[in-house]
Every structure is written in C-alpha cells, then in structure tokens.
C-alpha cells in the first residue's frame, strides 16, 4: 500500500491567511511589534494546523472486506479495518472514501485512538454489473481548524466481479418453454424425484410400492417419479449484436442480462438444473448455489457479441445437442 | 460477509442505528455544543478587557457590558435545543428593530468620529463593543458565535495600537489558547455537521457519532496550544522587521517631570518627587549585578543663580553627529568605562540621562545636542520610549587641564550672609575639595531633610540657610553651589536622579520620578568636574506597603521591562544582535567539539589495545538494537494492541486479562487471589452493562485460551480488543 498526498486551502483557510497577510502588513507598515506579535500568533496557528493535519494522516493504513459475491443495484455491506500505526498519537477527524467515489458513502471518524485498529461498516452500491476495479482510499482531514484539507491516497487495488442485478421474475419467463408461472413442468417418467402415488395394478414391481402410503389407506399404491429431464432449463441470452446499433441497446442489453440472470436465479432457486447459452460460451445445465454463482459470474462479463462473429456454440446450443431441456429464450 | 446489512452491531465508535435517528431527530445536545459555548463566551470578557486597555470605553461601561454577557451566558446555555449552522428563525430581535438599532448606531457613530472622540479608532472601538452587545443577546445559531469571534479578535486587533502594557501579554495567552480550543471546536462541529448531513441525504450508516469531549482532549489541546504559542514567539522574533512604514510615528503618553528645561525654579524638583511613577530603568550588562557605586543619573546642568531660579546660561550647545554608530561625549579611552544600558519613558524633555563624566553614548538617533555644561539632550522630547547605551569613565580624570568660565562662579545679590557662612566654615582650608567636604559635612550635619519645608520665596537660600534649616535637594545643592562659589570654587547645579531602586529580579535600577535630585559638580582643578551632594541620606516612605508586596511589584516591574525590551521595543538591531549571538555560539559549539574530537582521538591513539573489545562490544549493541527493531516490525515484541493478525491468540487473550485486572485496580475494584476469574466477574458490582459485558467476554477468552482449546475459541483478536477498550475508557 503506498500513498501520495494533496493539500488544499478551505475558503476558512484563505480568509484566515489573508487576515493574516493584511495584519503583517499593517506591521511591517506601521512596526507596531504587537501586530507583528498578532500575525505571529496567526502565522503558527496556520504552522500548527499544517503540522498537526500531517501527523493526523500518519501511520493510517486501511484494509476492505467484502462479501464473496457482489450484485449490482443493491446495497452490499463491505467492512473497512483501520489502523492507527502511530504509538502515542491518536488520529482526529478523518474523512474516509472510495476513489471511486459513487460506490460507497465517506466515512467520517472522530477519532481512532493510538496503536490500535477499528473496523467500520460501509454500504457499497454498484450500479453497474461486471469487473469493478477498486484503486484504494481517499483518507483526508481538514483537523485541526478547517483551514486546510490534507488528502492522503492510500492505494489498494482490487478488482471486484459484480454480478447483475437480479428482481423478482413474473410469469414472462415462461413463454414457449411450457413452464408455469408458479412451478415447474412436471411429467410422469423415471427420475428421482417423486411424482405422486397410484393404486397397484397387479403384475407392476412390488420395489415401487409405497409401503407407508398404503398401510395408511389400507390399499396397495405405487410410487410414480417424475421425469428428470423436465427440471432442466436451458436459458438462452442471445447477446448478438445488431447493426445498425438501435440508440437504447446498451440499456436494453443490460435489461436482458438482469433478466437472464433474475430467471437463473429463480429457477435454481427452485431446483430446476438450469444452464446458460449465449453467443461465445455455454454452462451446461447444473443445479446448486455454486452453479448459480458460476452462472452469475458469465453472466456479470458478458457482452454483446457482433452476429458475424463465431456463433457455433449458439447453434449447438439451440439443437439442443439431443438433450431434452426446457428452453427459455432471453432476445431483444 | 454476505448479510451483513443486518446487523446491528457497534460501528466505529459504538454507534447505532437508534444513536444516528436520535441525532436527526435533532434532540441531542453533547457536550461539544456546550464546550463551544462556553469557549465562545469565555473569549468575550478577554475582548472586553482588551476593549478597555484601549482606553476607547470608560470602566463603568466594560463591567455594564460585563453583566450583560453573563446574563447571555446564562440565556445561552439554558436553551433547550442545539446551536445549528445558520437557522435564521427564532433570533430574539427582530430584522426590523434590528435595522433600526443599526441606523441609530450609524448616526451616533457618525457624530462620535466627528465631534466627540473625534478619533477613528476609539470610534471603531466603541462601534465593536455595542455590535458585541448586540449580538449576544441575538445567538441562534453558530454563525452567531462565530460572529463573537470576530468581534473579539478585532478588539484584539484595536488594542494594539493604543497600548503595550505588560497585561498584554497573558491577555495574548490566554486569548491564544482559547482560541485554538474554538478554531478546534469549530472544526469538530462543521465536520459532524457535513456527516450528518451526508447520512441524511444517504442510507449509509457509517461512523458518525457525537463525541463526548473528555478532560483528556482539552487538557491536550492545551498542552498543543501552548507548544505553538512558543512558535508565535519563534515568528515574532524570526520575522524580518521591515520598517518602511508610512504611519510609523506613534505617540505615547509623556510623563510630565519638572526640572529638566533651561531653567528651573527653586521647587520645582519637590513637586515631582511624591510621584511614583517610572522614569527608566538603567541595566549594566558587563556587570550583571549591583555596582559597587550607585552613580547620580545627570540630566541638566545649570551655572546662573539670580536667586529664585537657576539658569543655563553658558548654553552654547553644539550638535553631536554619529561617530561609528555612536557619539562621542567626552574625551578619553573607552577602557574600565560604567556600560549603562537606559530604557527612558516618553517624558516631556528632551534630555537625555547618564551617569557622570560619559564619554560615549550609542542610540539610534539623528544626531544629539551637548552643551558646556554637559547637558545632553534630544532634537525634540521623545514621543516613545528610548533606549540608548552610555560608557561612562568610574575614575577620576586625573591630570586634565580645563578653562573654567567664571560663570561658574557667579553669585546672585544679598548673598553676603551666606558668602560669609562659606568663609567661617572654610576658615584655614586651601584645598578646594576640602571646602567642598566642609561645606557638605556643615549642611548635612546642621540641616534636615524636610520634602515638605516652607521658605520665604523672596530669598530662599537665605531663609533655608539661617531661617528654616530645613528643605530638600534643591536647597541644599543650591546652598552649597552657592556657598563655595562664594570661597572660590567653580560649581553648577546639576538636576537628574537619584540611582533608584535595584530590581534583583532583572539586575537592573529602576528610577521613579520619587527619585528626581539635585546636587552640586564642583571643578577640581586637575581632576575636573567632581559630583558633590550634600543632601542627608533620608529614609524615603516606601511605595509599597505588606511585605510581598514590594518584591511582587519589583518582579512584574522585570516583566515589564522584558516585555517591553523584547517584544514591544524588538527591533531590527536586535535581530541582528541575536543572529550574531546563535553565530557566535555556533562557532563555540564547534570549537568546543572539534576540542572533543580532538581529545577522543588522543584518547583513541591511547587505548589502541582495547579497539578489537570496543568494536565487538559496540557491534552487539547493535545487532541486538536491530534484532528488537526487526521483532517489534514483524509483530513479536507487539503488546496486546498489536494490530497485526496471526497466531499468539492464547498469549494475548491472557495479557489483555491481566491488563484488565489492572485497569480495574486502577478503579479500586480490585481481584483478590483467592478469588478465581468466575468468582470475581460475579462479585462485581457498580459497573454499566456494557461493562461487565465486555468483563464477562474477556474472562470467558481467559478461561478458553488458559484451560480449553485455543481451536473451539470462536471470537476474534478485534473483539478482544474492542472489549477491553470498552472497560478502558
């Protein structure tokens, strides 16, 4: 972590330094030694306030925490450690903010007390989706009379992926793929997952036979499971790009990609195996939290692809490559 | 990480949520806002003061002024609600009736600088302590204090140029400090304003919280307002004096003496002699202490006498020009020669004090004026204080040959009783200086010192001489000039001070006006002018009455004289004067260490033998030197605030244990060793909430780290700390 400072005058700071040269030169002009004495008094005060803003900025280090996954538009707790490295010197009035400003709020600290370290928790919000390269800190004072603002840069570069946006999903999603609002398609076949129960017929497996269920109803009922294969969504983002480029694209773009990401998120949510295709890359169908990130994090990088460019992952992703897998197609 | 929008924990300083909407709800009033009142409040009777050594404003109207602004401060402090930055509603007079006040105040002020004060400045004054008033029973807000300031610091400004009386200077320190404490105050508050405001305007709950002002900060802020204070005295005396001013001249108020024009009337030196006030005060630099002999401090000197008054008739004053930056006086070396340095008050005359028989006087003027009697003198009476330097010769100036003018020897008419006095007394003496004892032991021994003495104005030295028998200096100098002009010897009237009073505290005699004289210099021949006074020693009343009294008095005195002589009157000489000192003992410190050096290499040569035992004893010095500054660097030798993360959980949980134990022994509640950790934790008793949680939290990590399993211990190094920074503070 290195660091550069700035120093600059408040409008206090220049009031207070003209003051200061009007009465030197009412000294200087009239050899009155206490007006001499006065701009001496005023001349250390500005010394002092020089001093002291320095030794305040001193031995000041500062780390971030943040948590592992970061979504865009929505208030993310990020947690500052502080030290105060000086032995005997406690630090006052500190001002601390991102470089890049917009992400976070400064932080305004009275003080932090000598060799010791805080932590401070911040409220960052990301605006946009994607790599967000963090330069460092800003820690500035104006201590100890507001005459001055000392700015010190205390660099930490971190490079930070946030994931799109992701709102709530209505019932558009579903359009063509044969899904429901509310749930999943839920068809007879073998799989896991159980379908529902029906009266034995005789002859059929005795293996499937639910043995509580029937105990219970005193009548012999199978077990029936639910096709596998109708749990699998295949979300299509077609990030082509279309010429010529409409004024809104980008903003429509982004609105795609949240939606991608918001259907994704849903859809693992409610434990459907849900892959991504798009134009220059396909994640295969996956359930899980882990994939759920894995898909977030294609979809925080991804970006509108020009057609003529190489769309064979696309086209295979829409043979369907033999798979029977639910389609959800996300396009302009 | 993830969720932790949802906690409610400390941040920073201990702040809430519920802490940051109390605050913009507005009800909190910390001890910040209270502290920045009364700071403000205690910089006004600073200002009122300062308002009344400028002598604008009489003291019945300072102390008015003085009730007022105690009565604000009571009105202040008693409102329910916080300062805010600039809130217009709510001021106590209203804009109209404050326009009015305002045009009333134009017009008087109008007619103060025209025909009243008829002076800007006093006009300006007065103008400043009405806005004072004004003000202070119009605070609303902080704008309002910050206006005070001004107005405080302004009447700092006027002063100034009125006056450079000692009580400036804690008036300045006082003032100084205080002000630091606002400016530092002021800052806190616009601060926590911004980042409040900034929370207002956000969702963001970040770090800020009203700070409670401990005795810590402010006996800190102090102790840094002081240390730059010495700065304010390192500018003042670093600071180039320029002097190409256009309103330079500043006229003092001349004290008034008598007894220093070209003539004088009999009398004239008793009128002055009940005065205590300061005439100069005279420092001998070579010496540093008391001299041997207390010298008369010559002003004037006179040789006609028509009988009433005494004249400087010889006058023939002559102009002195500077010789090398000094003026030559007298004739003779400057060897074994009474260095006084005279710091001379603004008085009403332009004669110049020394001791007798100078023969070189230094002070920056144009040029002076010497006459034959060696009276020297001013172009003009000063208008400020003077300093000069005057070599004086100690001895005789044995073998000089003088033409002595007979004036020196005129006698006034109807003196023939006391010519033929002169006579009985120096019936069979031949030698001059032997009548001049006679004559002197005659009047000290037949006559009394008697300041208050009535004699006939008609003839005085006849009514002193054989009717009263009674008089002071004037009587009796005038009596013997007289008496031994009449036996033939030369004299004149000399007219100055007596030494005065030796001022331990700053090695230096201070003359009062108490101590105006009169003696008598007759010419020996071959010696030349000798001082005579035949004036009885007398006990003069003191000034002072108790017994601190005169040594307090003698010690501000000194005070006095160091305020004036290194701040009022420091001058471009002066900072040369210092340059020169700081070179010349830089010259010694290095003559004195090149003389070390010199001595250690000799030494070195010596004790060639023992160089291989210096060399390693000195290289493992440093080695262990190096080894704690790499140890302490890489967090070993860290105390328990050790910031670094890492392992040593164990060791610190049971240090910051045993810290605690301290602190609350600090705070008499102390662990005795019967008790074991759980035992103690619930005997105490007294203590906050947060307190004895923080206790609780420390005791358990003690018990975990000392009997458990470091591994199961699930909070962390920060929670230890900020644990025990809750019981520490």
Known sequence: MDAFKRTHITSLGMWFILITLVIGLGAVNTG??????????????????????????????????HPAHIFSKRQTNFRWRLENRKRWIPSFSIWIEEMDGDIADPVYLHRIPAYSSMQVDVTYLFKRRGVCRLKGFLVSTRFPFGLFLKKRFLRQREELLIYPSVRPVGGGYHRGTGLHDGGSVRIRG???????????????????????????????????????????????????????IPPDFEERFEYLVEEAASIVSTLIKKGYLVGLCYRMGRIPVRGGTAHLYRVMKALATVTPVNVAGNGTIWQRGFSGGGCRVQRIEIAP | MQGSEDRDSPIGFGLRKEDLLEHRSGHTCGNSDRAF?????????????????????????????GVLWFLSLLRTLRRGRPLHADTQDGHAISPGFKNIIGLIIIVYFLIDVLYISSSMLTTAVRLLLVAQVVKLFDINNERDLFQIVIIVFFQFLSVTSNTSTLILLPLFIVAFILTFLWLVLHHFKNEERDALELIKGGDCVSGVHRWHLTPAFFISTGLISLASFLMTLLFFFIMPRVEVGFFQHRASPLIRVAGFSEEIDLGEIGEIKLSPSVVMRVEFPTLKREPSIQPHWRGRAFDFFDGYRWIDTIGGKRMLMPEEGSFRIGDGGIENLLIQQIILEPIDTSVLFTAPNSVRLVGDFPYLKIDRNGSISLPRPPSHRLEYTVFSRINEDKGRKETVSKAYLQMPEGMEEAAALAGRITEGISEPEDKVK???????????????????????????????KEGYCEQFATAMAIMLRSVGVPTRLVTGFLSGEWNGFGNYYLVRQKDAHSWVEAY??????????PTPAVEVPSTYTGALLPYLSLFLDSMRLMWSRYIIRYSINDQQRVMEHVRERTFRIRDRSETIIKGIKDGIKGLRSMAYPVFIITGLVILLFLLYRFGR????????????????????????????????KRRGIEKSRSMTPLEFLCSLTGLSQDELSAIGLITHAYY??????AGSFSLSR????????TIRQ
């Open chain 1, 32 to 65: 009155n030694n206490l007006l001499y004495f006065m701009t001496s008094m005023l001349l250390s005060l500005i010394i002092a306030s020089g001093i002291l803003s320095e030794v305040v900025l001193r031995g000041i280090t500062l780390h971030r925490e």
């Open chain 2, 37 to 65: 009142i009364i700071v403000t409040y205690l910089l006004v009777p600073l200002g009122l003061w300062a308002t009344y050594l400028s002598e604008a404003v009489s003291l019945s109207a300072i102390i008015g002024v």
């Open chain 2, 438 to 468: 006679a004559i002197g032991a005659y009047l000290k021994d037949n006559f009394k010192y008697n300041l208050y003495a009535r004699w006939d104005a008609k003839r005085p030295v006849q009514s002193f001489l054989f009717e009263t």
């Open chain 1, 190 to 244: 073998r799989g896991r997952e159980l379908y529902g129960l029906r009266d034995y017929i005789e002859g059929e497996d005795s293996r499937l036979i639910h043995w509580k269920s029937s105990a219970k109803v005193s009548r012999l009922l199978m077990k029936e499971h639910e096709r596998e294969d109708g749990r699998k969504v295949m979300v299509y983002l077609n990030n082509s790009q279309p010429h010529p």
């Open chain 2, 633 to 664: 660097d890489m967090g070993f030798l860290h105390r328990y605030r050790s910031i670094t993360e890492g392992d040593g959980i164990k060791d610190e949980a049971i240090r910051i244990y045993r810290d605690m134990l301290k602190i609350l």
């Open chain 2, 718 to 725: 920060d929670d230890l700390r900020e644990a025990f920074d």
């Open chain 2, 704 to 709: 975990t780290m000392r009997f458990g399993e």
């Open chain 2, 524 to 533: 020996m021949p071959g010696r030349g002018w000798l001082t005579f006074d």
